[in-house]
């Protein structure tokens, strides 16, 4: 009975306020922000943007409007499906309305950087387009002139015929902290000057772009691209840009283009209208755990190699597939879409120091960087198996000898050519065809010497293969059957 009075007494005193103090002990209520002022102060500078194009330009040669190169996560995708429906296989199609006249294309948003009519928004919202219109958020209307578009960093600058304009202030994204409030204003599905907040998810989040994006919970849907994404300061931070989705609608998770790499790109587009960017011939992939333990880097880290322009300059630089490129004048690379992103900003014509790791340890290579050109692509030719195969070796390998001239042709020292695949190397995934030209940063000169290297292994740890197939070269992690 003690104890279930002590009990009802003790729940009486939470109802009755007797026991608050102690939670009143643990600290003021946070909170939430106030958007009204912060929206008051950047709603004017924000604008709507209506695309047109001609007929021929969105419709299909049985007349049944496409959708313009869009990804399926891209936000202006699920727009296009809906309201104009793809013909299915086989499904005949309605033969189009003639002409050559401008039909609207797309719906977008953007924002005022200049009081003198400059405006940034999305590639993909002006892409394409024959005409494009301006709204401001006092409704007047303008027509817009496209200044210069870049499709690799989905940045585009208009300009229109006005002065006096509202403006955003510019922001520097590396302040921005994960957990941050950040809000976004457009015109989802035409809805103008739509706010939505919240928060910042994650910094430089790598999705395959040339640009590392900043990653919020902020909704975004169809319309917003090229919008603003605005701190509690009151600066733009980004541009929004894309949307993950497995429906075509916001699943709360949003992207954006940082504001810093976004100005750099107008800046050369409304002195030239293009954007020039650096090259030096390389294909790159990612340095994993197990490769940078097996060729004695440490921790992963770097731009691995895969393959070399034989007329770029990092070939004539004594660049090899199967190096790691940790810096570049200068910069680390810590991953492998930083090396894009610093090549890409050096001026063509300069000549650098880039520092690799080649079989065990580091080298310094100078390079001159040239200008890349649009849509640059390395032809690929396939590999012709030789005859004259050794027996299978501890790995599950059997491979031959290439000859002389075949060497010279791929321009290597020496590889051996794989003609048949069991066991370990087939569980790691090499194929007949695959040449070896290195294991565990020892060049491989002959099948001989390959099979030699090959019996000395430790079979409790894992083998590196340095494998070139076609024309690109990796590492390929091989785990002894008996570890």
Same mark, same amino acid.
């Given at each position: ?6 009990? &009802? #007494? ?33 709603? @004017? ?25 869009? %990804? ?54 002006? %892409?394409? +387009? ?23 960093? %989905? ?28 809000? /976004? ?6 809805? $103008? ?81 293009? &954007? ?8 790159? =992939? ?7 333990? /097996? ?7 770097? /731009? ?20 790691? &490129?940790?810096? #570049? ?5 810590? +991953? ?22 080649? !079989?065990?340890? @580091? ?19 396939? $590999?012709? @198996? ?24 791929? =321009? ?35 099948? !001989?010497? #390959?099979?030699?290297?090959? /019996?000395?292994?430790?079979?409790? !740890? ?7 197939? =076609?024309?690109?070269?990796? #590492? ?8």
């Amino acid at each position: 009975m003690r104890t279930l009075f002590a009990s &009802v #007494f003790v729940a009486l005193a939470f109802l009755t306020g007797t026991a608050a103090a102690p939670a009143a002990a643990q600290g003021p209520a946070v909170q939430l922000p106030d958007f009204a002022d912060l929206v008051e102060r950047s709603a @004017p500078a924000v604008v709507n943007i209506r695309t047109t194009a001609r007929l021929s330009a969105v419709h299909g040669r049985g007349g049944a409007p496409q959708i313009p190169g869009l %990804d399926e996560n891209d936000p202006f995708y699920e727009f296009f499906r809906r309201f104009f429906p793809q013909p299915q296989p086989g499904q005949p199609q309605r033969p189009g309305p003639r002409g050559d006249r401008q039909v609207p294309r797309g719906l977008g948003s953007g924002f005022i950087i200049s009081a003198d009519g400059y405006v940034m928004t999305n590639h993909h919202v002006v %892409d394409g +387009s024959e005409q494009i219109t301006v709204t401001l958020a006092d409704k007047r209307e303008f027509s817009a002139k496209l200044i210069g578009s870049d499709q690799r960093t %989905d940045v585009a600058l208009l300009k229109i015929d006005a002065t006096g304009l509202p403006t955003l202030k510019i922001g520097d994204p590396n302040r921005l902290r994960v957990g941050e409030w950040v809000i /976004a204003i457009g015109s989802p599905f035409g809805l $103008e000057s739509t706010v939505t907040a919240g928060i910042v998810s994650a910094k430089g989040r790598e999705t395959g772009e040339f640009l590392p994006f900043i990653q919020t919970d902020v909704a975004v849907n169809p319309g917003n691209s090229g919008g603003p994404l605005i701190n509690m300061r009151g600066e733009v931070v980004g541009i929004n840009s894309q949307i993950f989705t497995t429906s075509g609608a916001f699943a709360g998770i949003s992207f954006a283009i940082p504001i810093d790499e976004a100005m750099r790109v107008q800046e050369q587009l409304r002195v030239s209208g293009r &954007v020039i960017r650096g090259r030096i011939g390389v294909t790159i =992939g990612a340095v994993s755990r197990e490769v940078a333990e /097996a060729i004695g880097l440490g921790k992963p880290q770097g /731009a691995l190699v895969t393959a070399v322009d034989p007329d770029g300059p990092a070939a004539k630089a004594g660049v090899e597939p199967g190096d790691v &490129v940790l810096r #570049f004048d200068g910069r680390p690379i810590e +991953s492998q879409s930083d090396l894009p992103r610093i090549v890409g900003g050096t001026k063509p014509g300069s000549r650098v120091t880039m520092s690799v790791w080649r !079989k065990g340890a @580091p080298r310094e290579l100078q390079v001159t960087v040239v200008e890349m050109a649009p849509e640059q692509q390395v032809a690929r030719r396939g $590999e012709t @198996p030789p005859r004259g195969a050794a027996p299978a070796n501890a790995l599950g390998l059997t491979v031959s000898d290439l000859p002389a001239e075949r060497l010279k042709e791929l =321009g290597v020292r020496g590889a051996v050519q794989v003609d048949a695949v069991d066991g370990p190397a087939a569980s790691a995934g090499l194929r007949p065809g695959d040449l070896i030209l290195a294991i565990n940063n020892v060049d491989v000169v002959n099948a !001989k010497q #390959f099979n030699d290297q090959v /019996a000395k292994l430790d079979r409790k !740890k894992n083998v590196a293969l340095l494998v070139r197939r =076609g024309d690109s070269t990796q #590492f390929v992690i091989v785990r002894p059957a008996d570890r």
